[in-house]
């Protein structure tokens, strides 16, 4: 691979010139090594970052699950006890005479402890908390739907970093080759160089 030409020089002086243009001319196979070389570390690199990446985006999508569990948890059981409450008819009349204790029958006033007006507040209250509860809760899903698709999304360039490293490990042995015919071409020009500094200054007689 350090010379070629379509016809073989015939006279001594052409053997000559063609054995210094070899000489002179440039043979650089570890460029093609370092390549090889260069890609792999750039591969590896890029895998530690992706990896680190895919664990810190898992762990907020937990949390993010974990957070929406936790909303789902207390939102029903805010219902439930919005439904219990409504279920004993209390505020279903508005003159406070009307007011009738589901459970004694006795009417319900001021002096009561809670008061009419007490629970009134807390049911305001509870209703409020669950819509501000509840109203979150597209957001959230939207947050937990992109989260899982950069998921997925890291998990295909892991496997096609995968691919590309297994294909330049897979190159080893043509990366072998490379070396060992630039170890022969060295030797081949070292040989070409001794032979020309030995040749005698001398015109062909």
């Known amino acids: 691979g350090i010379y070629s030409a379509e016809k073989l020089p015939e006279s001594w002086e052409e053997c000559v010139s063609s054995l210094q243009e070899v000489q002179r001319r440039p043979v650089k196979p570890e ?9 792999f570390e750039n ?18 999508l937990d949390s ?3 957070l929406d569990t936790d909303r789902r948890g207390y939102s029903g059981e805010a219902q439930e006890q919005l439904s219990r409450l409504k279920s004993l008819n209390l505020f279903e009349s508005s003159d406070s005479h009307d ?3 589901p459970i004694c029958h006795t009417p319900l006033n001021s002096d009561h402890v809670p008061s009419y007006d007490d629970l009134r507040n807390s049911v305001n209250q509870l209703e409020n ?4 509860v509840a109203e979150p ?3 959230m899903q939207q947050a937990i739907r992109a989260l899982d698709e950069k998921v ?4 295909t ?3 096609a970093n995968r691919e590309s490293l297994e294909a330049i490990q897979t190159s080893n042995q043509k990366l072998q080759e490379v070396r060992d015919r630039g170890t022969r071409r060295a030797y081949i020009l070292g040989r070409i160089g001794l032979y020309l500094e030995s040749l005698p200054q001398l015109d062909d007689t």
């Open 31 to 39: 460029e093609e090594i370092a390549s090889e070389d260069q890609a």
């Open 43 to 60: 591969l590896q690199k890029e895998r530690l970052e992706l990896i680190d990446e895919l664990k810190k985006t898992k762990e907020q």
């Open 64 to 66: 993010a699950k974990s």
């Open 99 to 101: 007011r009738i204790c």
């Open 129 to 132: 908390q669950v819509r501000g």
């Open 137 to 139: 809760s597209a957001k």
């Open 152 to 155: 997925d999304g890291l998990k």
């Open 157 to 159: 360039k892991l496997s």
